[in-house]
């Protein structure tokens, strides 16, 4: 007979691991079906966020980020250090070694909390009957009570540009490459193409991103979009947008780059060539006709609110149902669902979603932009603060960017809050608190900040909004 479960998760990333875990918690017996093989050829759980994601892209953003501050930096603090240099293969192997020390202790999670660990391909049959194929191709099959769909996305690849694996990758080859290519052309100056291409300039890469849209970061505030350009473009990051790649072609262990712009079209030749041109969600023989799982209209598992998709008893969360492609998304995702099959009334809320993107300086926003606020016709109010003027951030010499909070007329409640600057990822918290807890921007502005501190600039932007801003000249507004 078939092993039963109450809940059998298929997928192991952030949203399918942490709804395992909460699963066991609550005292569901639980299942995870994980197919992962990593670099090492093991099996490992953590999905790509762990594996290739989330966790390397900042341990090799961490690296570089000290790397280039100790060789233009460290001069104007004081700090005379001899010739730095790069140990490239050294800063691979921490970042393989943070991967292996947090994708290995997901698995001693599950130990600690009961969770059986099914090494293979899931596939969700009729029934909520999962079949497991292991790595030598054999299959099981256990019961399951309810179904947890999680398996992620993948790195939507163009026909024009084929992977290699070397010359020309995707997000995961950019994360290993050994030594530093004298040029990188990134495809999508999205957020990946930019921490990437980031990662690689700081480390002496000559780096060109092509984006095909007019706009940049199109998701992002406009005030901040305009500030980041302006910010990676002094590093030397090559930003060309309205410019769409054709193809590539690997010629003398090289890249050529073809791509159209106003001009016309050009050909560029390359050392590396990275496709950051987005994810799709992964959906590929992951449920049998017969289990009747509804798509959407994007290729995307059907859900509600509450992640349930047109099967009773079957859910999907993270990457492959609507919404931000977020790790954080998707876990509070899973801790949704996984509470609510033990009977409880858990939600998510979807409207205080952080985001970041972890180039330097930092961006970090949550809640609507002034061109949202602005289209739906909200009387809202603009407080902003600059880095400049704030002595934390000129004390740590770190003074590009700003802090911007949009704030509802009506009522006084925060409707958006938009960072770029020094740790704005950390910076963010607090209004993402204030927006779940309601807080008004005067909360904000009455909340005392410790001082030095870059915290102050949230303080003062929130009082910056009836211009009341201590350390900046401006005007009581009406
Ligand atoms: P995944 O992490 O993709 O996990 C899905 C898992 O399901 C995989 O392990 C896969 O092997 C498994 N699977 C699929 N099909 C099956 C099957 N049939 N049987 C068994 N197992 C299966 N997000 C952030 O929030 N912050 C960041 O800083 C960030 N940085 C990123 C940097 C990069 C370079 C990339 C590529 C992504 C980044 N992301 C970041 C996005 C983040 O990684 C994803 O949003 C997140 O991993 C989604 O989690 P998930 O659990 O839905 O899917
Ligand atoms: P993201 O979805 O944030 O990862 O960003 C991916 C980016 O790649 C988007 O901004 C797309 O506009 C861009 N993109 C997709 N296809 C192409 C292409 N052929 N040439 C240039 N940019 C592209």
Redesign the pocket.
């Known amino acids: 007979m078939a092993d039963v479960y109450d809940v059998v998760v ?7 691991y942490v709804a395992a875990i909460r699963a066991a918690q609550l005292g569901l017996k639980t299942a995870c ?4 093989i990593n670099k090492q050829d093991k099996p490992a759980l ?4 762990l ?4 966790i390397p ?2 341990a090799l953003l961490e690296s570089t980020e000290l790397y280039e501050t100790a060789r233009h930096n460290f001069f104007d603090l004081g700090i005379n250090v001899g010739d730095v240099s790069l140990d490239v293969p050294k800063m691979i192997s921490r970042k393989d070694q943070i991967v292996k020390d947090l994708t290995g202790g997901v698995a001693m999670l599950f130990k600690h909390n009961g969770i059986d660990w099914l090494q ?4 969700l049959l009729a029934d909520k009957q999962v079949q497991v194929t292991d790595q030598k191709g054999k299959t099981s099959v256990v019961q399951a009570g309810n179904v947890i769909l ?4 993948v ?1 939507i690849e163009l026909s024009a540009t084929p992977l290699d694996g070397d010359i020309v990758v995707d ?2 080859g950019a ?1 290993d490459w050994e030594s530093v290519p004298s040029s990188v052309c990134v495809i999508g100056a999205g ?2 193409g930019l ?2 291409g980031s990662v690689w300039r700081r480390m002496g890469s000559e780096v060109v991103l092509l984006e095909a849209q007019d706009t940049f970061l199109p998701m992002v505030d406009g005030a901040v979009a305009k500030e980041a350009k302006r910010a990676f473009e002094k590093q030397g990051l090559s930003i060309l947008l309205s410019t769409r790649v054709m193809g590539s072609e690997v010629k003398k262990g090289q890249v050529v780059v073809s791509y159209h712009d106003s001009e016309g079209d050009h050909e560029r030749t390359f050392d590396k060539l990275i496709v950051a041109v987005g ?1 799709r969600a ?1 959906t590929d ?2 449920c049998a006709s017969e289990a009747d799982v509804q798509l959407d209209e994007r290729g995307l598992i059907h859900v509600n609110e509450y992640c349930e998709t047109n099967v009773p008893g079957v859910f999907a ?4 149902v609507r919404g931000p ?6 876990s509070e995702e899973g801790v949704m669902v996984a509470e609510r099959i033990a009977g409880e009334h858990a939600s998510v809320n979807y409207d205080v979603m952080p985001n ?1 993107i ?1 180039t330097h300086p930092e961006v970090a926003w949550v809640g609507k932009t002034e061109e949202q606020v602005k289209s739906e016709g909200i009387d809202y109010q603009v407080g902003s603060f600059p880095f400049a003027a704030s002595g934390r951030a000129k004390a740590k010499g770190d003074t590009t960017g700003l802090v911007k909070i949009i704030r509802d007329k009506s009522n006084d409640r925060v409707l958006g809050a938009h960072l770029i600057g020094p740790s704005a990822s950390e910076l963010l918290g607090q209004s993402v608190l204030a927006m779940e807890f309601d807080a008004t921007v005067e909360d904000i502005a009455h909340t005392i900040h410790a001082h030095p501190t870059l915290s102050e600039a949230m303080h003062e932007a929130a009082l910056s909004a009836d211009g009341r801003a201590i350390h900046i000249g401006n005007r009581k507004r009406k």
């Not at 594996?51 to 989330?54: P, S, Y």
């Not at 293979?120 to 596939?123: C, F, L, M, P, R």
């Not at 969360?317 to 492959?320: L, R, S, Y």
């Not at 492609?325 to 998707?330: D, T």
């Open positions: 298929i997928g192991g990333g952030p949203a399918g079906v994980e197919k992962w953590g999905g790509t966020c594996n290739v994601g989330c892209s900042k293979g391909e899931g596939k999680a398996t992620g996305s790195p997000s995961a994360l957020v990946i921490e990437l994810r992964y023989n992951v969360i993270g990457d492959v492609m977020l790790a954080h998304k998707g970041v972890y």
